[in-house]
Nanobody, 126 residues
């Protein structure tokens, strides 16, 4: 079956950086679009997840919302079947659970995603 496993989340100080990973099995990430979302504390519905970045299938074109644009970069390693999200200059309001999800193409609509990972917690605090 399809599994997406996020990792890399941790406690980081303001201004710090993290690289999140989304490792897949049962699906080839270069054949689908992979999107990173985040869900802040207190907003528990799937519809509350906010899109951050997406990498398209095949060509691997990156797309970003305004949420963290300029501070994040999405990439993919096809040999590892893994998508990454590099995040810089993290601030306390970036504290959230970060998820990856797949779909045929890039959209920011959580309900359209076929598969989700379990999420990885990012906490930004001094």
């Amino acid at each position: 079956q399809v599994q997406l496993v996020e990792s890399g989340g941790e406690l980081v100080q303001p201004g710090g950086s993290l690289r999140l990973s989304c490792a897949a099995s049962g699906i080839t990430l270069s054949h689908v679009a992979t999107t990173w979302f985040r869900q802040v504390p207190g907003k528990d519905r799937e519809v509350d997840r906010e899109g951050i970045a997406c990498i398209s299938s095949n060509n691997g074109d990156p797309y970003y919302t305004d949420l963290m644009k300029g501070r994040v970069a999405i990439s993919r390693d096809n040999t590892k079947n893994t998508v990454f999200l590099e995040m810089n200059n993290l601030q306390p309001n970036d504290t959230a659970t970060y998820y990856c999800a797949t779909e045929s193409w890039c959209t920011w609509i959580p309900s359209r995603k076929s598969y989700w990972g379990q999420g990885t917690q990012v906490t930004v605090s001094s």
